[in-house]
């Protein structure tokens, strides 16, 4: 075992990351608990990652001797430099009376949050860490005989995973009845306990590996496939019904797949709970022959539904029951990240191991996680259904007690809605909205006003709790109750709980805004909309929106180790400050590109000099649209097969159509490339996608035209002639008209000194910046690959403004920086590089 370590971190091609990797896995050795773990690097390829799944197993089943650990340190220098790893090699010999455990058993997570300051009161830091720390090991912690590895006993649910974190007020409070007996909220999830290769006492850990989207998972799990260590290990990939469901799916009859399937399936017989009875669903019944036997050792999302159709078992559940036994787990980081998901299907997270790819979104994630909206309609949809329930008192009596508690807390929110709206109806219409903010203590105490705050809270969360398992387990008994309803009254819970967590600790990280969104005529004005004439129809909503994503992270952090892996981390300052957290290892290695592979370079004029400055007040300008059309046709007509242009929002983009339609720029682009433009809706999405991706193997190639923090510039693959050049316009900003962005730069500088939170100028910078890094690393993708990026906007010849770019990107622009002219005519122009480059393809060949 530990040759094999040895092998695997020292045979890459990638040695740079790997190496970093490793000394990840030294740490995972040398601890019992791994601390969280940021990843920065230039490029992260696919095939590198397993790799982090098979050092860690490795890791966790048996240690590397301390005396192994440093001669592989001595032999690869490099690893002296990685944070860490190296300190703990080369600590001298200690005192033999001070066990490992007690050397290296130090708080992992920083039990640091951004509201503490152990500065001013280290007591309290510390009596705060020990309470976390309680809270983890659940006082239950035994030595083996070693005295090497400890084992954590876990408590079935976590309350983190009910969102509320570990020191929930509502802990101590919940009955006992809902805790151990009545319908848990989440069923029991089979542990692994040991391996037929492992101590009796070791309990190897589950790798839960989260990524955006299923097409970036079936990446991972190819290359996975081609590890020594595929078919050592179990492994299941999780989706919703939407993906793996295979029964024939109704519209008309249902209004989405989840309703079909729980009015299919059928749950115990009443006679024998030992027995099942056939369900509706044939799929359903046979899912067990779906399994690790009858699938290969590696298998995707696709493989997994093909195996479904064809031996008739339903995908969906066969997946989740492979869970229960399986060693690595991949699912979209939702499904890790959100407490209802991981609720729902049952993921444990407690001392398993967490690896986050794409996490350069991890904010994002966490504050949309604990962000909801719904409207006054939702609430009055679900009261019709639940006063249906109700009055089918005989079938539904053992579960009446819930749902009319539930019936009248909605009705209480409906009431909080009307009595709310002479505020909404006050305030200009901007747009189609008007909008009414509150400070987070004067919402709750409207809510109190209508009994549904926080003194009703708890039996609030108690009754939907009861509602949703039911709901979940056996559907038929709650039927005309929609998918809709349970998300709703999920949701509240949800929310209500982040918001009342810790006797309301974290209520001020919250904005509540009433919303009143309107439609009328063409000419419809917000002075018409004053007066309530020409309103064609009018939506309430509450918008909940949450400021500080270390609310959400913190529930992640009863697992054992989180890796946050991506290549446009930077800046980590914004990690630490946003999540709360510390992040003890870090690893940055190079980009993997040889630098003769790559061009970047910037663009600061239009031909005939102009300065060419894409801010949202110079794109507006006829002569700055003209010089990015002008440069966008110069890349296209030096650039072979596929060309993606990233500007800042859909906006700008049918400006600049229009303007280009105007002038003959489009026919000219046209005539060079097939031009596409990025489609705002998922189903036109894929028609996009698959006709750019049949035209650049075309002579002609094609022309994309793309958003920052759209689809096209996350997740997707452009390799080799995929995208041979990408041009970027402008520095994308996040918009700072939206509302929430508005209210979450007032909360940063609200805090910035008291959280240590960036300001709201800082903010916005970090960013734009991630956007702009993700979408030029859309053209260099593997070793091999080759590309030219040229970054459009006169800003870039400041220094001010490549600083934030990535080091790798930053070090390949260099002083590159091009007027229009030079840019065609120089020795180091675009042009010259595919000329280069395309003659080297020829060779190769
Ligand atoms: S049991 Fe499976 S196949 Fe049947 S309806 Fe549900 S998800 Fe679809």
């Given at each position: 075992m530990r040759c094999e370590v040895a092998r695997v971190a020292t045979s890459q091609t990638t040695p740079d990351l790997d190496k970093g990797l490793f000394g990840i896995a030294l740490d995972a050795v040398r601890t019992d608990r791994l601390p969280i773990t940021a990843i920065g690097h230039g490029i992260l390829q696919a095939k590198s990652l397993p790799k982090i799944i098979a050092l860690l197993k490795h890791a966790m089943e048996d240690r590397i001797s301390e005396l192994l650990a440093q001669e592989l340190v001595r032999q690869n220098s490099e690893l002296k430099q990685v944070s860490g790893a190296a300190n703990y090699v080369s600590t001298p010999v200690r005192d033999k009376s001070v066990t490992p455990e007690k050397y290296l058993n130090k708080p992992v997570f920083g039990h640091k949050s951004i509201y503490d300051d152990a500065s001013q009161n280290p007591k309290e830091a510390s009596n705060r860490a020990s309470k976390r720390q309680d809270c983890l090991d659940t006082s239950t912690e035994e030595n083996n005989e070693a005295g090497l590895v400890k084992i954590h006993k876990k408590r079935r649910l976590a309350a983190s995973e009910r969102g509320m974190g570990c020191e929930s007020m509502y802990d101590s409070q919940l009955p006992t009845s809902l805790d151990e007996t009545e319908l848990p909220s989440t069923p029991d999830k089979k542990?692994?306990?040991?391996?037929?290769?492992?101590?009796?006492?070791?309990?190897?850990?589950?790798?839960?590996?989260?990524?955006?989207?299923?097409?970036?998972?079936?990446?991972?799990?190819?290359?996975?496939?081609?590890?020594?260590?595929?078919?050592?290990?179990?492994?299941?990939?999780?989706?919703?019904?939407?993906?793996?469901?295979?029964?024939?799916?109704?519209?008309?009859?249902?209004?989405?797949?989840?309703?079909?399937?729980?009015?299919?399936?059928?749950?115990?017989?009443?006679?024998?709970?030992?027995?099942?009875?056939?369900?509706?669903?044939?799929?359903?019944?046979?899912?067990?022959?779906?399994?690790?036997?009858?699938?290969?050792?590696?298998?995707?999302?696709?493989?997994?539904?093909?195996?479904?159709?064809?031996?008739?078992?339903?995908?969906?559940?066969?997946?989740?029951?492979?869970?229960?036994?399986?060693?690595?787990?991949?699912?979209?980081?939702?499904?890790?990240?959100?407490?209802?998901?991981?609720?729902?299907?049952?993921?444990?997270?407690?001392?398993?191991?967490?690896?986050?790819?794409?996490?350069?979104?991890?904010?994002?994630?966490?504050?949309?996680?604990?962000?909801?909206?719904?409207?006054?309609?939702?609430?009055?949809?679900?009261?019709?259904?639940?006063?249906?329930?109700?009055?089918?008192?005989?079938?539904?009596?053992?579960?009446?007690?819930?749902?009319?508690?539930?019936?009248?807390?909605?009705?209480?929110?409906?009431?909080?809605?009307?009595?709310?709206?002479?505020?909404?109806?006050?305030?200009?219409?901007?747009?189609n909205e008007a909008t009414f903010t509150w400070a987070a203590e004067n919402f709750v105490q409207t809510l109190n006003n209508h009994n549904i705050g926080q003194q009703q809270y708890k039996n609030f969360h108690e009754n939907a709790e009861l509602f949703c398992k039911r709901l979940r387990e056996d559907p038929r008994t709650l039927l005309g109750v929609t998918q809709a309803t349970a998300t709703l009254i999920?949701?509240?819970?949800?929310?209500?709980?982040?918001?009342?967590?810790?006797?309301?600790?974290?209520?001020?990280?919250?904005?509540?805004?009433?919303?009143?969104?309107?439609?009328?005529?063409?000419?419809?004005?917000?002075?018409?909309?004053?007066?309530?004439?020409?309103?064609?129809?009018?939506?309430?909503?509450?918008?909940?929106?949450?400021?500080?994503?270390?609310?959400?992270?913190?529930?992640?952090?009863?697992?054992?180790?989180?890796?946050?892996?991506?290549?446009?981390?930077?800046?980590?300052?914004?990690?630490?400050?946003?999540?709360?957290?510390?992040?003890?290892?870090?690893?940055?290695?190079?980009?993997?590109?040889?630098?003769?592979?790559?061009?970047?370079?910037?663009?600061?004029?239009?031909?005939?000099?102009?300065?060419?400055?894409?801010?949202?007040?110079?794109?507006?300008?006829?002569?700055?649209?003209?010089?990015?059309?002008?440069?966008?046709?110069?890349?296209?007509?030096?650039?072979?097969?596929?060309?993606?242009?990233?500007?800042?929002?859909?906006?700008?983009?049918?400006?600049?159509?229009?303007?280009?339609?105007?002038?003959?720029?489009?026919?000219?682009?046209?005539?060079?490339?097939?031009?596409?433009?990025?489609?705002?809706?998922?189903?036109?999405?894929?028609?996009?996608?698959?006709?750019?991706?049949?035209?650049?193997?075309?002579?002609?190639?094609?022309?994309?035209?793309?958003?920052?923090?759209?689809?096209?510039?996350?997740?997707?693959?452009?390799?080799?002639?995929?995208?041979?050049?990408?041009?970027t316009v402008g520095v994308p900003y996040p918009n700072t008209y939206d509302m929430a962005v508005k209210e979450k730069m007032k909360y940063n500088d609200r805090y910035s000194a008291q959280r240590h939170l960036l300001s709201s100028s800082e903010w916005l910078l970090v960013q734009a910046y991630r956007a702009l890094n993700q979408a030029v690393g859309r053209c260099v993708r593997h070793r091999a690959d080759w590309g030219g990026v040229l970054l459009i906007d006169a800003r870039f010849s400041s220094p001010y403004y490549t600083q934030h770019l990535s080091k790798w990107v930053r070090n390949f622009l260099g002083n590159n920086h091009h007027t229009f002219e030079s840019l065609e005519n120089s020795s180091n122009s675009l042009e010259s590089f595919m000329q280069t480059m395309t003659l080297r393809d020829s060779e190769d060949v």
């Open positions: 542990k692994q306990t040991t391996q037929p290769d492992t101590p009796q006492n070791v309990r190897v850990p589950t790798i839960y590996y989260g990524a955006r989207t299923h097409k970036q998972l079936q990446q991972v799990i190819k290359e996975f496939a081609r590890t020594d260590y595929c078919g050592q290990l179990q492994m299941t990939i999780l989706s919703s019904r939407d993906y793996s469901c295979v029964r024939e799916y109704d519209k008309k009859t249902w209004s989405s797949r989840n309703d079909m399937c729980r009015a299919c399936i059928k749950p115990y017989t009443t006679k024998s709970m030992e027995q099942r009875a056939d369900s509706n669903c044939k799929y359903y019944d046979n899912r067990a022959s779906l399994n690790h036997q009858t699938l290969p050792p590696a298998f995707d999302l696709d493989e997994l539904v093909a195996k479904g159709e064809e031996i008739r078992a339903c995908p969906y559940y066969a997946a989740r029951g492979m869970a229960a036994s399986a060693h690595i787990v991949f699912c979209p980081y939702n499904y890790l990240i959100e407490p209802s998901i991981r609720s729902s299907m049952q993921i444990d997270l407690s001392d398993n191991i967490v690896i986050i790819d794409e996490a350069h979104n991890i904010e994002d994630i966490c504050r949309d996680a604990a962000t909801f909206t719904f409207t006054r309609d939702n609430i009055q949809a679900s009261i019709k259904e639940l006063e249906l329930v109700c009055g089918y008192r005989f079938a539904n009596q053992d579960s009446l007690r819930y749902v009319e508690y539930l019936l009248k807390a909605l009705k209480g929110w409906d009431d909080w809605f009307v009595n709310q709206t002479p505020l909404i109806n006050q305030k200009a219409i901007t747009g999920e949701s509240i819970d949800t929310v209500l709980g982040y918001l009342f967590r810790c006797e309301g600790k974290y209520m001020d990280d919250f904005t509540p805004a009433l919303v009143r969104t309107v439609t009328g005529p063409d000419s419809f004005s917000w002075r018409q909309s004053q007066f309530n004439k020409s309103i064609e129809k009018e939506t309430l909503s509450l918008r909940l929106l949450c400021m500080n994503p270390a609310v959400v992270f913190e529930s992640l952090k009863v697992s054992r180790c989180i890796i946050l892996a991506s290549g446009t981390l930077t800046p980590l300052i914004s990690l630490h400050s946003e999540l709360g957290t510390d992040f003890p290892l870090q690893v940055s290695p190079n980009h993997v590109i040889p630098p003769d592979r790559v061009w970047i370079g910037s663009l600061s004029t239009c031909p005939g000099g102009v300065r060419l400055e894409c801010s949202a007040r110079g794109a507006g300008e006829a002569r700055v649209q003209d010089g990015v059309g002008a440069a966008l046709r110069s890349v296209c007509r030096v650039t072979p097969h596929g060309v993606l242009c990233f500007l800042p929002s859909y906006t700008l983009m049918n400006k600049l159509v229009n303007r280009w339609k105007e002038t003959g720029l489009w026919d000219e682009l046209n005539e060079l490339k097939h031009v596409l433009m990025e489609a705002r809706n998922a189903r036109d999405h894929s028609d996009v996608m698959e006709e750019y991706y049949s035209s650049v193997c075309g002579v002609r190639g094609a022309l994309l035209l793309a958003v920052y923090r759209g689809k096209v510039s996350e997740g997707m693959d452009f390799r080799d002639h995929q995208a041979r050049a990408v041009v």
